[in-house]
């Protein structure tokens, strides 16, 4: 039978949305430069995993063979693709905010 990995919670991901342009200072927090260092990594490991749980699920005889294994994969993969929907947002607005404050 095949394991599928318990979902796990990022450290890289803010706890917080960043606001762009909410800020009076001119330049990013540390919590938000890691993050914008960090995201991409996370995004690639996302973008990963995702590939491995739709390679799992392509097995045309998973669900007959083993239901609790599709519906654990299936569930992971959705939690996953919006993982990463949230990853690629927090990291987009963290990346205009700082071009925004490269620029002046």
């Known amino acids: 039978a095949e394991t599928i990995a318990a979902p796990t919670k990022s450290k890289a991901e ?4 960043p606001k762009a342009g909410t800020s009076s200072n001119n330049k990013l927090s540390f919590k938000d430069k890691h993050a914008l260092e960090t995201l991409p990594g996370h995004m690639d490991a996302l973008q990963g995993e995702i590939g491995t749980l739709e390679k799992t699920l392509a097995d045309p ?4 063979r ?3 294994a599709f519906d654990a994969a299936s569930g992971r ?3 996953v693709m ?3 929907a949230q990853a690629e947002e927090d990291w987009l607005i963290l990346e205009m905010r700082r071009e925004e404050l490269e620029a002046g």
């Open 14 to 17: 803010p706890k917080t949305k």
């Open 61 to 64: 005889m998973l669900f007959g």
């Open 66 to 68: 083993d239901p609790a």
């Open 77 to 79: 993969l959705t939690q």
């Open 82 to 84: 919006d993982e990463l």
